[in-house]
């Protein structure tokens, strides 16, 4: 008796298990903001299972494209915009407009009708400077990319890889808008002299500059904020020729088997319990939700942020990536 | 003779064998065995030398991928570097594993026991782990870097801090050293210690000093051990990918250059070629040690004298006082992992804290990941015990069929040469293809549904490892007397029962060092790995690189130090099941 | 040897057996047969491809060619478990990790209602070699002789046709050897099973044996008594391998049953081998057959010699003489009892006319 109601149980667990749908999302969402994201999405739809598949943006790119054939994931989450108009432009994406998709300002999504991607918030340029070494090697407070290339900053400063890390791309992206593509090469040239080494993801050389590795480390205003909350004496500086920026947003994958469970999800991901959760960490999202700015934004961050191009970005993103690392891959580490 | 006229003789002996008889059983196992090391190893391994003479649309280019890649000096400088790092690195660690092995096994130093434990600690830990404790010791606020944070000059005045330039060469070949450095003692110590007593009786009658005897005897009774040593060093420090991620910094190498062409950017044909030029000189040092193997066993003497150990006093003193300072370097680095992984914020922020335990937001899975690994790994040591073991009877044991035989040795010895990364690659191409290409025929593959599963996972561990673990049976296997089987035979009992009732029970310490070594180095190994875990499948060692990759390297000290934990629980766990075992079989153990 | 299987009564047969390792051939068309009960020795030098042949009688090797016939059955082709043979190796293979009792248990079958048979059978089998008491023992807490008794009972354990041994005897010390050689073949007699002993010891093969095999680079060279074999060797090879023998080269056939060597001429009345008259031959007399000190034998009977060397070995003495003929200082020796010697007065230097009688000479083909 005891044995068939043993395998009753079994029989309904299995059950429950295979009912609960299952989708997987590619992300370049940071691992500390995933859980906290999720909190909502898992309150209101308990019964489906997400699995993700995270990395720096250029590596989720690279195997979405890679993927193409099969392709594998159901959705896109806050992925860099550039790179979504790459999959755009490969046919890559299913257009699907979420249910609060109105709501989205129009710079902010994909310019097609319907659009086929949705931004969540932008993330922008920040310097993770760090008081202590800063001190101990008598040398100023950087403010702006021209500080940078000062001699005096030599081997203090790292970078993200632009090829791997959406957050390298957007910077470099940012410095060849800014000054052109003759003076924008040549400035990263000299910016090259004082990196001590390139980073695969975004986030780190903020962290190198927390533990006193790096003295300045090229990131995202996140970051360094994040930083700052945990004790490490990192001050976030937003440079004065403007912020690099790009766009976090959505997609729904084409594929053959499209499940609803992604367009659940799509949905829940422009809502406005998720864009509150944005907000708690970016100064811009996708909509304005009326949270206050996060502490230690700049105070306006849209003024903060520079003209952006992205059909230029999307472009000539392949062309930029070649000419960086036949430049200055040499110093890059390991990418994943 | 007699007048009779005998019956015709048949030129040829008719055997007449019963359709299910043992021995066809036996050889159909034996053919089972190659089949499938040739599916998992020569298949595989095909796969990606094919790979690497197409484009990545699938066109065939022959050799251009090669020409490609050494026609680009950042690329090709890489197989300089590999090659400087792997010879500096052997050049370091056979000469202190020989010192502390000939201390072990020569003198009468007291703590053996504990040395040798200690010397064994590295292989615990995954090789990404030295990077890692290498920062905090030597990074631009490591200890020794800082002096202590200082702390020297502060107190005594002096500028103790000492900047060795971690990030490149340096790192990479310190890291090398400590992982190697145990592989090699354990190598030498063996060599070292089945020498034949008597030669040195003779040398000492005959009037030679104690360096000549050094020289003419103990050295050349223990080349081939040597020789075995500086061939593991150098593979295992030519293809290693853990610290060479963590403290290469600029320095490119290799197995890198693999990652980042394949998973940077998905670019696989030249994955598949760099995986092919790492290949080479692995394959030929492997050639050349298994040479040697085969005149060091020529070398033992049945009935060898073994050597009592050296009296001097002034050597004992000299060799305790090396490997205690070995032994200390050892703990300080373990030491510091540990700090690394409590310390709040280093360097801060010196308070201790288990915050860095707590993996929740961090990438990489956490302790799930955590999970798997045990899961993984066990699985491993079980199903990679049964594998080498039987597989290491069914060759050792088997009458006749030597042709099925030796090709199964080979194939099991094939895995040796085989770096980490490259079975990764080769069986993300392999498994991952959803259909073969044969003659022009495209079948669906037998073998697709492995592809993301811990199936992958367990099976390229076991293949990873499988050449040690069936030395090790095989060895075990040659101990037992030849004609257990035919005694077997003629009483008509199954080959397979005798297996079960006498050669497992005699051979079992083999057996749980075969599952302990496969247990902990599951746990720790991440170059094959990293190319197949999947998304609901996250590993811990694979972890530990997501984290340091994102920078967040105190939580990545806190999972190795996790790794480290369960690996060493379940060797004291195999340490008590083995000395209970050997309690309970003194009794009929050979003494 | 082409005798038909059971024709003659044999319960054991080997016929044409032919085995090669590559180029080596280690059988070379050999045969033998075996009566029942019968214990036959295999007998020779190492390499001579004894326990090859054993093994291919056993089943664990595959002969080339020929044929093994069992109780009427032809085994030829059948592996050895269906052949019904008990096989004691040199090393015993006993498993160490089970008892005695576990080790002749093996291969019973066991069943929930044949415990208690089989512990009777075991205990009867051990009884028999003499190990009561010690079916707890494990072979290691056993001494040599004992694990070999534990063997033997475990090949006995399913009562087979034939009992197969592989130099049982070689890995024990000289003292235990001898004891168990009676007790060997002492069981072998009562139980009345066919046995085929394989070893390189002639002491063993003439003590223990019904019937001999020698054996030499593959091929039998001589079968039969242990007596036939040591009174008649039908070659130097034989005569040299059993017991020892004095050879003198360089006789000369001069008519029948008469040789010259040197300038004396000899009565030769045994020739193993035919020789033709002219032909060069080897003379051969073992030691204890050679007679010392009979002066007053007619000159041409007799041969002087002195005594170059004494060996005294308790029971007997070895004395070493130096003939005149047919070279100077032809050596040979012969072994006397302790009493002869003591009543000669031997000592070295000593002339003395020996005696070699020619019923106790063979004429061997020359090398």
């Not at chain 2, 292989?123 to 030295?130: G, K, Q």
């Not at chain 2, 999972?559 to 000395?579: D, K, P, T």
């Not at chain 3, 000899?266 to 007399?285: M, N, S, Y």
């Amino acid at each position: 008796m005891k044995r068939i109601v043993l395998a009753l149980a079994a029989v309904l667990i299995l059950a429950a298990n295979a009912l609960a749908a299952e989708i997987l999302v590619y992300t370049a969402l940071e691992d500390d903001q995933i859980p906290r994201y999720m909190k909502s999405f898992k309150e209101k739809h308990p019964d489906i299972d997400v699995k993700f598949v995270r990395d720096s943006t250029g590596i989720v790119t690279a195997r979405l494209l890679a993927e193409k054939d099969n392709p594998q994931a159901d959705v896109v989450w806050g992925l860099s915009a550039v790179s979504l108009m790459q999959f755009k432009a490969a046919g890559l994406l299913e257009p699907y407009t979420p249910a609060d998709g109105g709501k989205v300002l129009a710079s902010f999504k994909d310019a097609g009708t319907p659009p086929v991607w949705y931004g969540i918030d932008a993330w922008m340029t920040g310097f993770c400077v760090n008081t202590v070494e800063l001190k101990n090697r008598n040398l100023p407070l950087p403010e702006s990319f021209a500080d940078l290339i000062k001699p005096e900053y030599k081997g203090q400063v790292t970078m993200p890889n632009p090829a791997s890390s959406g957050t390298g791309f957007l910077t470099v992206s940012a410095i060849l808008q800014l000054m052109g593509e003759e003076k924008g090469w040549a400035y990263l040239d000299k910016l090259n002299d004082n990196i001590s080494s390139y980073t695969h993801s975004g986030s780190k050389p903020c962290k190198l500059a927390g533990t006193g590795e790096s003295t300045i480390g090229i990131s995202f205003g996140y970051r360094g904020l994040q930083q700052k909350k945990k004790g490490e004496p990192i001050e976030t500086v937003f440079p004065k020729e403007g912020s690099g920026w790009d766009l976090e947003a959505n997609a729904l994958v084409k594929k053959a088997a499209i499940k609803p469970e992604a367009k659940t999800f799509l949905d829940w991901a422009v809502s406005p319990e998720a864009m509150q959760e944005y907000a708690q960490s970016f100064a811009v999202t996708g909509y304005p939700t009326g949270t206050p700015i996060p502490e230690g934004y700049p105070a306006e961050p849209t003024k903060q942020m520079i003209k952006n191009d992205f059909d230029w970005a999307a472009k000539n993103r392949d062309a930029i990536l070649a000419e960086w690392t036949k430049r200055y891959d040499g110093k890059s580490e390991p990418k994943k | 003779m007699t007048g009779h006229a005998a019956p015709p003789v048949p030129d040829q002996s008719d055997w007449r064998e019963p359709l299910f008889s043992e021995r066809r059983l036996r050889a159909l196992l034996l053919l089972g065995v190659v089949l499938w090391l040739g599916l998992v190893v020569v298949l595989p391994l095909g796969q990606l030398l094919a790979k690497s003479l197409y484009d990545g649309s699938g066109t065939f280019v022959g050799l251009a991928n090669f020409r490609a890649y050494f026609a680009n000096p950042a690329l090709s400088r890489s197989l300089a570097n590999s090659l400087r790092v792997a010879l500096w690195t052997t050049a370091l660690a056979v000469p202190l594993g020989f010192a502390f092995a000939y201390g072990l096994t020569r003198t009468a130093i007291p703590g053996k026991g504990f040395f040798r434990g200690l010397a064994m600690a590295p292989l615990f830990a995954p090789t990404l782990l030295y990077g890692i404790t290498l920062i905090y010791l030597f990074g631009r606020k490591g200890l020794v870097t800082t002096g202590f944070f200082g702390f020297a000059s502060r107190t005594l005045g002096i500028d103790a801090g000492w900047d060795i330039g971690l990030y490149g060469p340096v790192g990479i070949i310190i890291s090398e050293t400590i992982f190697t450095f145990p592989q090699a003692m354990l190598i030498l110590s063996i060599a070292l210690r089945t020498t034949d007593a008597r030669l040195y009786e003779a040398a000492r009658s005959l009037g030679a000093s104690p360096p000549r005897i050094f020289f003419t005897v103990t050295l050349p009774g223990v080349k081939y051990g040597l020789l075995s040593a500086v061939f593991v060093c150098f593979i295992l420090s030519f293809t290693d990918f853990g610290a060479p991620k963590v403290v290469g910094g600029q320095y490119n190498v290799l197995a890198t250059d693999i990652y980042k062409q394949v998973i940077g950017q998905q670019n696989f044909a030249m994955g598949a070629t760099v995986g092919v030029v790492l290949l080479f000189p692995t394959l030929l040092a492997f050639f050349l040690d298994r040479l040697a193997q085969r005149r060091q066993a020529a070398l033992i003497v049945a009935r060898a004298v073994p050597l009592p150990p050296c009296e001097t006093a002034l050597v004992n003193r000299l060799y305790f006082a090396f490997c205690s300072l070995i032994a200390l370097l050892l703990l300080i680095f373990l030491g510091t992992a540990l700090l690394a992984s409590l310390v709040r914020v280093w360097p801060y922020d010196l308070s201790l804290s288990l915050r860095h335990f707590r993996f929740g937001d961090m990438g990489g899975g956490g302790y799930a990941a955590l999970g798997n690994s045990v899961a993984m790994a066990g699985l491993s040591a079980i199903l990679g015990t049964a594998a080498t073991f039987g597989s290491a009877y069914l060759v050792e044991k088997t009458r006749g069929a030597s042709a099925l035989r030796q090709t199964a040795y080979f194939l099991s010895m094939a895995p040796l040469a085989l770096p980490g990364m490259v079975i990764g690659l080769a069986y993300i191409f392999f498994f991952n293809a959803p259909a073969w290409q044969v003659a022009g025929v495209r079948l669906p593959s037998p073998v697709h549904w492995l592809y993301g599963t811990m199936g992958l996972l367990v099976l390229s561990n076991v293949v990873h490892f499988y050449s040690v673990c069936f030395l090790t049976a095989t060895t075990a296997l040659k101990q037992l007397d030849k004609e257990f089987e035919a005694v077997s035979e003629s009483m008509a009992v199954p080959f397979y029962r005798t297996f079960w009732r006498v050669t497992v029970p005699v051979c079992l310490p083999a057996v749980l060092e075969i599952a302990q070594f496969l247990f902990v180095n599951a746990m720790a190994t991440v170059s094959a790995v990293i190319f197949l875990y999947s998304a609901d499948l996250p590993l811990a060692s694979v972890a530990v690189a997501n984290m340091d990759d994102a920078g967040d390297t105190a939580p990545a000290a806190a999972m190795s130090v996790c790794i480290v934990a369960v690996s060493i629980l379940v060797r004291l766990l195999f340490g008590a099941a083995a000395a209970r075992l050997s309690r309970r079989s003194q009794r009929w153990m050979a003494p | 040897m082409d005798q038909t299987p059971g024709a003659d009564g044999s319960y054991l047969a080997a016929q044409n057996v032919v085995k090669r390792y590559g180029r080596f051939t280690a059988l070379n068309d050999v045969g033998f047969t075996a009566a029942r009960g019968e214990f036959v020795s295999v007998l020779g030098p190492s390499g001579c491809g004894k326990t090859t042949l054993l093994r291919i009688v056993a089943g664990l090797e595959r002969q080339d060619a020929g044929r093994v016939v069992i109780s009427g059955r032809d085994v030829s082709a059948l592996p050895v478990s269906r052949r019904n043979v008990g096989i004691v190796f040199q090393s015993y293979a006993l498993f160490p990790n089970l008892t005695a009792a576990d080790n002749v248990a093996y291969g019973l079958r066991s069943g929930p209602q044949a415990g208690g048979n089989i512990a009777r059978r075991v205990n009867e089998l051990l009884s028999l070699v003499g190990l009561t008491g010690l079916q707890g023992k494990y072979p290691a807490q056993l001494s040599g002789g004992q694990q070999q008794r534990v063997a033997l009972a475990r090949a006995m354990a399913l009562s087979p046709d034939i009992l197969l041994l592989d130099e049982p005897l070689s890995a024990l010390d000289a003292k235990v050897r001898a004891r168990l050689r009676g007790e060997i073949k002492a069981l072998q007699t009562r139980l009345g099973v066919t046995a085929i002993m394989v070893t390189h010891d002639q002491e063993e093969a003439l003590t223990m044996a019904d019937r001999i095999l020698v054996m030499d680079h593959g091929r039998v060279v001589q079968h039969g008594t242990p007596r036939a074999i040591y009174d008649q060797p039908a070659t130097p090879f034989v005569a040299a391998f059993i017991g020892s023998m004095n050879f003198l080269a360089g006789a000369q056939k001069r008519g029948q049953g008469v040789y010259q060597l040197g300038r004396r001429t000899l009565a030769v009345w045994r020739e193993p081998q035919a020789i033709e008259t002219g032909q060069t031959a080897t003379l051969g007399i073992r030691p204890e057959d050679v007679v010392l000190g009979h002066e007053e034998l007619p000159a041409d009977e007799r041969l002087p010699a002195r005594v170059s060397g004494l060996e005294f070995r308790g029971a007997t003495t070895r004395v070493t003489l130096a003939l005149a003929d047919p070279r100077p200082e032809t050596a040979i020796e012969a072994d006397l009892p302790a009493a002869r010697a003591r009543e000669l007065g031997l000592e070295t230097g000593r002339l003395l006319q020996i005696l070699l009688p020619p019923d106790r000479v063979s004429a061997y083909q020359a090398a």
